[in-house]
C-alpha cells in the first residue's frame, strides 16, 4: 500500500490541501483490479459548493480526456467528488459526484505494482515546499518507460508533460489551488504548473 498523499485511500486525504477556509476540494477516485482500497487524487479548487453544479464533470472529463488514456485499463475512474471545506478541517463534506464507475484506462500493457506511483508536484507562485503540493497518480508507469534505476524514459517523460499541462489547461474553470495546512493564514495560492517528475515515487515499507 503506497503511504503518501493523495494514494491510496488510507491515508489523511487533507496532507497536502489543509483546511483552507472557504475552498474546497475535488477527489478523483480509482479502483484497480485486485485490491480492495480505492485510490485518490486530489486538488484544491476557489470553487464554492454555492456553484459547483458542473464541477466534478470538468474535473473528471479533463482526466478522462489527458491521463486515462495512458492509465491501465486494470484501472476505473470511479468518480470525482466535490468537498467543501467551508468548516475548517477534517476530511472535508461531500457535496456532489459525478462518475458511475465506468471509466476504465486505455492502456492494455503492463504496468509498475500499486506500489509505485507517478509523482506530480502542483507548483504555485510561492517559492518553498511548503508552498506546493503533489499528487502520486496510480496505474500509469508503463513497464517499458522505465527504467532499473526507477528513471522515466525522456520520451515518456516528454509525454506526460504534455498531458499533465493539458489536463492543467481543462481545468481552468475549476480553479485549481494549494490550500496550505502548513500556514492556514495563507490564503489558497492558484496552481501554475503540474510538474511531473522524472524520477517515480515508490513505498517506503520498514521490514518486519
Known amino acids: 500500500m503506497f503511504m503518501g498523499t493523495d494514494y491510496p485511500a488510507k491515508v489523511n486525504l487533507m496532507s497536502n490541501t489543509g483546511p483552507g477556509t472557504g475552498y474546497s476540494q475535488l477527489e478523483w477516485r480509482f479502483s484497480m483490479t485486485?485490491?480492495?482500497?480505492?485510490?485518490?487524487?486530489?486538488?484544491?479548487?476557489?470553487i464554492e459548493s454555492s456553484t459547483a453544479t458542473n464541477i466534478p464533470q470538468v474535473a473528471f472529463d479533463a482526466w478522462v480526456a489527458n491521463v486515462l488514456p495512458?492509465?491501465?485499463?486494470?484501472?476505473?475512474?470511479?468518480?470525482?467528488?466535490?468537498?467543501?471545506?467551508?468548516?475548517?478541517?477534517?476530511?472535508?463534506?461531500?457535496?456532489?459526484?459525478?462518475?458511475?464507475?465506468?471509466?476504465?484506462?486505455?492502456?492494455?500493457?503492463?504496468?509498475?505494482?500499486?506500489n509505485c506511483a507517478l509523482l506530480v508536484r502542483k507548483v504555485t507562485g510561492l517559492t518553498g515546499r511548503k508552498h506546493r503540493g503533489r499528487m502520486y497518480v496510480p496505474g500509469i508507469l508503463h513497464e517499458d518507460f522505465v527504467s532499473n534505476?526507477?528513471?522515466?524514459?525522456?520520451?515518456?517523460?516528454?509525454?506526460?508533460?504534455?498531458?499533465?499541462n493539458q489536463l492543467l489547461i481543462d481545468l481552468a474553470d475549476v480553479q485549481p489551488v494549494v490550500n496550505h495546512k502548513s500556514d492556514p493564514g495563507l490564503a489558497a495560492t492558484p496552481i501554475t504548473r503540474l510538474d511531473v517528475q522524472q524520477l517515480i515515487a515508490t513505498q517506503r515499507r520498514r521490514l518486519r
Not at 484501472?75 to 467528488?81: D, F, N, S
Request: hydrophobic fraction near 40%; charge should be negative; proline fraction near 3%.
Open 34 to 46: 485486485g485490491d480492495p482500497d480505492d485510490y485518490f487524487c486530489t486538488m484544491g479548487t476557489l
Open 70 to 114: 495512458v492509465q491501465s485499463d486494470q484501472l476505473i475512474l470511479k468518480a470525482v467528488e466535490f468537498k467543501s471545506l467551508n468548516a475548517g478541517g477534517g476530511a472535508g463534506t461531500s457535496e456532489s459526484w459525478f462518475g458511475n464507475g465506468t471509466a476504465i484506462g486505455g492502456y492494455g500493457g503492463g504496468v509498475l505494482p500499486q
Open 149 to 164: 534505476t526507477g528513471l522515466l524514459t525522456n520520451a515518456a517523460w516528454g509525454a506526460l508533460v504534455a498531458r499533465f
